[in-house]
């Protein structure tokens, strides 16, 4: 059978995505991959380590398998058992990408994989032209996060890396941001033993996960679905800001850092020779090639930073009972306000394969 489904990207949401379709009873046959990594895990794999992350923030559906159980924590023992129960399991980071790679063999991930860099996609007669392929009924655009983001005037400061480059700490660090980034990169120098400024313009805001819990369910997603663009758009620059776990395994260690002197919170740049902005990535469709050109020559509405979408991640104006274009990943936040996350991913997979096997 000739493919019917394209996936631009080749990411985590990417995999979750081609999981959730095989589940449905889609062929490898039938769907493409477009992307640069054929490691699906490979760039998120690379940022984790930069922070040396070991366990996820995600909780008890934080696996890319496409049914919500068995998840992880049936792998890693009694006491993770346990937490699923209560919300509260973080899946080691190690363990993850075991899984990640089991759902790629599984999914066939190799066979639909295209190795290349998209950079237009078409709206056609039949469906979309990916380019020049196709054309396609069905495309879920899942091209993650546009890149770095680098402030100034620290961009400039040759002191200055990335935190989610490789790098090691230096005597004096200071930390720009307030997120789990940047609370990773706290303990990660403080365990170095460098002496850390942490640079931020707000305290972080303290909560489990990317959002509040009820956002990842369906009850508590209907009020933010019929809230008005404004109303949308105030809620994501909201829970846009940084944010951190709360709990004692993130605050001892900066409390006694303190009290020895080697931990301070500042405004400003003073004295470090070493520079880590912790400061996340760039953020809006205008920052992806590939998405500022599909808004301009089809005309989308945006709002903000934000493309429009209707709540099955859709863009309703190039969406039909014929045809799908959808988005997943961080440009997907219009229908989902944790989509740059595992859980949001397979939300857009969902609904994604629900219209793809419906149309068939």
């Keep these: 059978m000739a493919e019917r489904v394209a996936i631009v990207g080749s990411g985590l949401a990417a995999l979750a995505a081609q999981a959730t379709l095989r589940h ?47 998840g992880l924590a049936l792998r890693d023992g009694p006491g993770a058992w346990l937490q699923t129960l209560a919300n509260r399991y973080h899946p080691p980071v190690r363990l993850f990408l075991r899984h990640a790679a089991r759902v790629r063999d599984a999914s066939g991930w190799d066979a639909s994989f295209r190795a290349g860099r998209v950079e237009r996609i078409a709206a056609v007669d039949g469906g979309f032209e990916v380019d020049g392929d196709g ?48 609370a990773h990169e706290w303990l990660n120098a403080l365990a170095a033993g460098s002496e850390v400024q942490s640079i931020r313009r707000r305290e972080p805001t303290r909560r489990p996960l990317n959002v509040p819990r009820p956002l990842l369910t369906k009850r508590g997603l209907e009020p933010y679905h019929r809230s008005t663009p404004e ?88 969406t039909d009972e014929t045809r799908t274009l959808a988005l997943a990943g961080v440009a997907a936040q219009w229908a989902f306000p944790a989509a740059d996350t595992i859980a949001g991913a397979k939300y857009a997979a969902r609904a994604f394969a629900r219209r793809v096997c419906r149309s068939r």
């Excluded at 990594?37 to 398998?65: C, F, K, N, Y």
């Excluded at 899942?142 to 990335?162: E, F, I, K, N, Q």
């Excluded at 480059?165 to 307030?178: L, N, Q, R, T, W």
């Design 135 to 182: 054309p396609f009924r069905h495309v879920l655009v899942a091209t993650g996060h546009p890149g770095l983001a680098l402030p100034d005037p620290y961009a400039s400061d040759p002191r200055t890396v990335h935190a989610y480059e490789p790098h090691d700490y230096g005597s004096k660090v200071a930390i720009v941001g307030a997120g789990m980034a940047a």
């Design 24 to 70: 449905a009873g889609v062929r490898p046959a039938e769907i493409a991959v477009f992307g640069t990594h054929e490691d699906p895990t490979e760039v998120w794999q690379g940022r984790a380590a930069a922070i040396r992350q070991e366990r996820m923030r995600s909780e008890s559906e934080g696996h890319l398998a496409a049914a919500a159980w068995p």
């Design 231 to 318: 109303e949308h758009a105030a809620t994501l620059r909201t829970l846009s800001q940084p944010s951190y776990p709360p709990g004692d395994a993130w605050d001892a260690p900066l409390r006694a850092a303190e009290a020895e002197g080697r931990f301070r919170v500042d405004d400003r740049l003073n004295g470090a020779d070493q520079v880590i902005c912790a400061t996340g990535f760039r953020e809006g469709w205008a920052h992806d090639p590939l998405l500022a050109r599909l808004v301009a020559e089809h005309d989308l509405p945006t709002h903000d930073r934000w493309i429009v979408l209707a709540p099955d991640s859709t863009v309703a104006a190039l």
